[in-house]
């Protein structure tokens, strides 16, 4: 089945302790991004990727680092988190860019709480 | 910049009865729009989207969007809606650099029994 996986589902944490948020796509696409999704203000991205070692700052990158080794994998790092990064996380993919007409896939999302 | 507004954050409407939310856009050009609906507890699903053509698009789920270049607007409509269409509704437009959909703030849908 085609999809996109995130681990954790949920996580709680304290401030400044270190976590990563794995993604994984099994569509072989080249485009992955993360967005973090708060009350009214929709999803925002946070970083996306091109492709493997390629990858850029999205509206808001502040606090969050990204890795995309492998063509499947983009995991999301938060090296110090805090209480501001309390939000609902989804990672997606798309095949190319938008000029190709390419719909991006979601995951299920990781509920981050930080306290 | 493109973006794209929903003006209602809440809607409740009966099982049966129609739904239409709102979309405006902001954009020079013919945009791109698309609609995703995240249930409870999921990711989000594509419903329908607009390229060009047609302003009359039909989705899954028996939604159905009309894009209206006069009215700024892309509003989403069901015709009968069933305890399962509660959820919540994006509408996003896509922007080339960085690959990104930019949302609107979403409707988050009631449905009364």
């Known amino acids: 089945e085609a999809q996109v996986t995130q681990n954790p589902r949920y996580l709680i944490t304290v401030t400044g302790k270190k976590l990563t948020v794995t993604c994984s796509q099994n569509m072989n696409h080249e485009y992955m991004s993360w967005y973090r999704q708060d009350p009214g203000l929709g999803l925002r991205q946070i970083y996306y990727?091109?492709?493997?070692?390629?990858?850029d700052k999205g509206d808001v990158p502040e606090g969050y680092k990204v890795s995309r080794k492998e063509k499947r994998n983009f995991p999301l790092i938060l090296e110090s988190p805090s209480p501001n990064q309390t939000s609902l996380y989804f990672c997606a993919s798309s095949l190319g860019s938008w000029g190709s007409y390419n719909e991006q896939f979601f995951g299920p999302g990781t509920r981050l709480t930080v306290l | 910049a493109q973006s794209v507004t929903q003006p209602d954050i809440h809607i409740t409407v009966s099982e049966g009865a129609s739904l239409e939310l709102r979309c405006n856009y902001s954009y020079g050009a013919t945009p791109y729009l698309f609609w995703y609906v995240q249930s409870p507890g999921q990711g989000l699903q594509l419903l329908l989207k607009?390229?060009?053509?047609?302003?009359l698009v039909q989705g899954i789920k028996g939604f159905e969007a009309e894009f209206k270049r006069s009215q700024s607007s892309f509003n989403l409509r069901k015709p009968s809606v069933h305890w399962s269409d509660a959820a919540e509704y994006f509408c996003a437009v896509p922007k080339a650099a960085g690959n990104k959909l930019t949302f609107g703030g979403g409707t988050r849908v009631l449905v009364k029994p």
């Open positions: 607009y390229f060009s053509g047609d302003t």
């Open positions: 990727s091109m492709n493997v070692e390629v990858t």
